[in-house]
């Protein structure tokens, strides 16, 4: 068998959970570089192997190999330098799933500059917020009117910091014309600084603005090693291969396409799919695309299984797909075994933040339980810890914790901590742990389950109830599509839970609907769960990666009391 390009960087022939867990080890040079490590070494192993598959909702179809990504990755560097852009500096990108992204991407990564991803969803006070916080030097973005009028009006407050705005393509008053001094770079190989001029590996890579609970977004900050971290996420939880094709549904802005759209999986050699869109999400969009560009292996939130199930999917093949995994919120049973039913695929569940790589997930040795995140992964050696630090038992809740014995050198794949907030980093790294904020359980058997983020858990007459469980209850019911649960301030059980419920087409709401889905959760699970107060609603909010934001729905409840008060 030839050698895969990845076992340059680890062993990958592992029998057991246990031999992996065991003996899983990542190797690299000290001076490691994805763009020159990676894609450079790919283009020249090979140059004609595909490496992005991308179409857009208007017809647009590019297909580039890994000798054109390294090409074109040159080009850009080329006009990073020209613009005064290298090591250190910070860059801020809005692209959506522009496939140029990833030329991008590669390129910031050979010249040293830190890249910071954002959505395109920005205000002018969002912009000026994370030039004024991280000193961004330069903005790429799309040429599209609201976009940049937002990043004209942060500019007027920070333009002695913001130097370069620049747009992928076409012409923009105020602007540089990115697209256009690629096309003048093309063809001009970029070489690997050397010496004094070699960029370093600890030095900041990658960073993403992600909202907490409380307080002014926090930037977390990656160094140049963070892309080996996610050899786990691919090769041993996508269990991705040479000859696959890979769809992660995540928008560029996000931390889940550095999770399941470039790094890892191009060490694995896989190609990637991507699906650009502008236009609502459609379900069987992206079931046709599956079948058209034979889509070997799937990675969304559980939101999208759910809409996926409720399609006629006997009209798609679907026989393409190999491997399908979840992540960003715990998986429901009920849509486990219905895309079991549809597909005859095991969905595999993984878990993780934008603060880390893969922490627990169903690798291949490990057999799904739905609902839960699987077992740990090695390297960060993740546990459930009590207050006191003492690791809990099984069955016994705690907070998911990361073991950082050395704070000064973290686990491959774990935050170098919050840019420029050491006091901020320092309230969750201490005592030797990196402290997640997740609550979760781990069975006899070694499987971790979430419970949910700490200011998710509803206290309610003296009882714990996660949100997930009680969705789980409803979303057996066929009327519901989809489903958040948070907790309503009650001024004698403390919180009540509350289901905001968003019905399957051919049911209306009613007081009737309302009590059958009531006495559906008392069935179904613990009785002291079920939901006192429910609320119809057209649609749940949510970030742009799928997430449900309880936390809007919670602040709504909070406001609208506040208001009934006065």
């Known amino acids: 068998m030839a050698e895969r390009f990845l076992d340059r960087f680890c062993r990958s022939d592992f029998s057991s959970y246990e031999e992996f867990y065991r003996e899983y080890r990542v190797t690299y040079p000290e001076n490691f ?157 970029w070489k690997r600084p050397a010496g004094a001029e070699a960029i370093d590996s600890r030095g900041i890579m990658l960073a993403y603005f992600t909202s907490g609970t409380t307080g002014m977004p926090k930037i977390v900050a990656h160094d140049f090693f963070y892309p080996l971290s996610h050899i786990t996420t691919a090769a041993f939880w996508h269990d991705l291969r040479p000859d696959d094709l890979h769809l992660t549904v995540a928008d560029t ?44 292996s799937f990675c969304a939130p559980p939101t999208i299984y759910r809409f996926l199930i409720k399609e006629d999917l006997s009209r798609f093949s679907l026989k393409s797909l190999r491997k399908c995994t979840t992540a960003g919120e715990p998986l429901n049973p009920e849509v486990y075994q219905q895309w079991l039913k549809a597909t005859d695929i095991r969905l595999r569940e993984g878990f993780g933040q934008t603060e880390s790589t893969i922490l627990a997930a169903v690798t291949p040795w490990v057999e799904p339980r739905p609902g839960s995140m699987g077992k740990p992964m090695p390297g960060v050696c993740c546990g459930i810890y009590d207050e006191t630090g003492r690791p809990c038992d099984p069955g016994e809740e705690g907070e998911l914790c990361v073991p950082v014995p050395d704070e000064k050198n973290f686990p491959l794949g774990i935050f170098r901590g919050y840019y420029r907030d050491p006091e901020v980093t320092g309230s969750v790294v201490f005592d030797g742990l990196y402290h997640t904020g997740d609550i979760a359980w781990k069975d006899e058997d070694g499987y971790f389950w979430f419970k949910g983020r700490g200011d998710d858990i509803i206290k309610c007459s003296g009882y714990r109830i996660g949100p997930f469980e009680v969705e789980s209850a409803l979303l057996e019911h066929p009327a519901v599509l989809e489903t958040a649960i948070t907790g309503v301030p009650d001024p004698v059980r403390g919180l009540n839970v509350k289901a905001t419920i968003v019905l399957t087409e051919g049911y209306e709401p009613s007081e009737a609907l309302k009590k059958e889905l009531q006495d559906h959760v008392k069935r179904v699970t613990a009785p002291y769960k079920y939901p006192r107060v429910i609320e119809f ?10 997430k449900i934001r309880r936390k809007e729905i919670r602040t709504n409840d909070a406001k609208a009391a506040e208001e009934n008060q006065s």
């Open 33 to 189: 570089n994805f763009g020159y490590d990676v894609v450079d070494e790919l283009a020249a192993r090979t140059p004609d192997k595909t490496a992005l598959v991308w179409c857009n909702d208007q017809g647009d179809e590019r297909i580039l190999t890994f000798a054109d990504v390294k090409r074109g990755s040159d080009a850009y560097a080329w006009v990073l330098r020209g613009l005064g852009i290298g090591r250190g500096d910070a860059v801020m990108v809005m692209l959506k799933r522009r496939y140029e992204y990833w030329l991008f991407a590669v390129a910031a990564a050979k010249v040293g500059a830190l890249l910071i991803p954002a959505t395109h969803m920005l205000t002018a006070k969002d912009v000026k917020y994370r030039v004024q916080a991280a000193d961004i030097k330069m903005i790429l973005t799309i040429n599209n009117e609201r976009l940049c009028g937002e990043i004209d009006g942060a500019q007027k407050d920070c333009g002695e910091i913001l130097r370069v705005k620049a747009v992928l393509s076409g012409e923009r008053e105020g602007y540089v014309s990115f697209g256009r001094l690629a096309e003048a770079a093309e063809g001009k190989p």
């Open 253 to 296: 802005g996000w931390a889940k396409a550095a999770w399941g759209k470039i790094y890892g999986q191009w060490i694995c050699e896989a190609a990637l799919f991507v699906y650009d869109y502008d236009a609502n999400f459609h379900p069987s969009d992206f079931l046709d695309l599956v079948d058209k560009y034979q889509i070997t």
């Open 537 to 546: 609603v057209d649609e749940l909010p949510k970030t742009i990666s799928g």
